[in-house]
């Protein structure tokens, strides 16, 4: 079986433009959260998506959103991006809810110059 | 608020070895997890341990254990028998009813020969 996969692998961006990442989950699993992992740190909790609607949203600014599919895929979306969003963009699904385990993707690197 | 803390920023171990590595949380939650997450130097976070925090008994998954002391909020890692393959960075986490996963910064395992 397919683990979890994000799509693009690397990324550069300019300040001031908008991103969006996308993550498709295991089969069969409906939960989808978003991390960001800054260099020498623990991933930071976004978002979390059950059944296409938010179950959690970590301390991060309105510039961040994001969107559960019908087909549970989901896409993390950033606006107006500063250099402190450079970081490692993580995507995790779970069966259920939180206290079911996290698969984690490859992640995404975000590099803002 | 949740926190998770890892006062070893690197262990090393010799191959064959037993280290334990080190974390404490502080939750107001009654009802929660607690993990131990790898992270090789390919990046790919995987789950290496889950412990129910109603659930008195330490978990335990071949080579590693670990110690949960719920009154002292101490949930410490025993690798036992380390191989080279174990090296990585281990990330300690907890969530509970507020779909978060909070992790710890991590700490570093070397192991050498």
Redesign the interface.
Known sequence: DAGVTQSPTHLIKTRGQHVTLRCSPISGHKSVSWYQQVLGQGPQFIFQYYEKEERGRGNFPDRFSARQFPNYSSELNVNALLLGDSALYLCASSLYGWEYEQYFGPGTRLTVT | AQT?TQSQPEMSVQEAETVTLSCTYDTSESDY?L?W?KQPP??????VI?Q?AYKQQNATENRFSVNFQKAAKSFSLKISDSQLGDAAMY?C?H????????????TRLQVTL
């Not at chain 2, 390919?42 to 789950?47: G, K, T, V």
């Not at chain 2, 969530?95 to 991590?106: D, R, V």
């Open positions: 998770v997890y993990f997450y390919s990046r790919q976070m995987i789950l889950r129910e990330f986490a969530t509970g009813t507020a779909s978060k996963l909070t992790f710890g910064t991590g």
